[in-house]
């Protein structure tokens, strides 16, 4: 592998982890990306494998499924490269989080089940039938290193892990490790609406995204 591609591997978790110090990062949080990183290394020990098209979560609701495949796209989008979506990176998430403890587990369940009630109460609707402004507007709120409201920390903490998972499941999978073999690998900033709720002050660094030039 190029040494690019491991700086930009690096880089790119580093970023999945911003926003929380080492100190207040969750015990909960922490499991699931350790997890997360054990699986990611048995994967590539295996090598590539075709993902069956039958495939159903062995974790995850429907619900909860397609909740975790827009999530990672707006995180890691298909730009003039392939998103989370084509990476599949749904299909980590849920064999992280059928292996991960019952407390982890409950934990990042919790969180998709905030996602929807903190939308209800923002946009009157939950998030799957939410607009894309809507969407990266609650997620600008989520990313946001100010954002102090105890309302929101449950939130808060779970995009963390999300944006932790969907990079590694990215980087795990076959279209995500071509990416790293053959991109120049420069990371960039989507930009994304901000929030127009004056109790959530603060900017901070929205969804990834990659540019190629």
Not at 156 to 163: G, M, P, S, T
Request: aromatic share 6%; net charge negative.
């Amino acid at each position: 592998m190029k040494r690019s591609a491991v700086k930009r591997r690096d880089a790119l978790r580093r970023i999945g982890w911003g926003g929380l110090g080492a100190a207040a990062t969750p015990l909960w949080l922490t499991s699931l990306s350790a997890l997360a990183e054990e699986h990611a290394h048995a994967l590539r020990q295996a090598g590539p494998a075709v993902a069956p098209k039958d495939w159903t979560p062995k974790l995850l609701n429907a619900h909860q499924n397609e909740m975790v495949v827009t999530l990672s796209e707006l995180i890691i989008p298909e730009t003039d490269t392939p998103g989370a979506k084509a990476a599949l990176v749904n299909r980590f998430v849920d064999a992280v989080l059928e292996d991960a403890d019952e407390p982890d587990r409950k934990s990042f369940l919790r969180g998709l089940e905030w996602l929807d009630r903190r939308c209800v109460e923002l946009f009157g609707v939950e998030f799957l039938k939410a607009g894309p402004d809507q969407q990266a507007a609650l997620l600008t709120i989520l990313s946001s290193g100010k954002n102090q409201a105890l309302e929101d920390q449950l939130g808060v903490e779970f995009f963390q892990a999300i944006k932790s998972l969907t990079i590694t499941g990215y980087y795990t999978s076959e279209l995500g490790m071509q990416q790293e073999l053959h991109d120049d690998g420069q990371i960039f900033f989507a930009a994304l609406e901000g929030c127009t709720h004056p109790e959530h002050g603060g900017t901070a660094p929205p969804p990834l995204s990659r540019k190629k030039h």
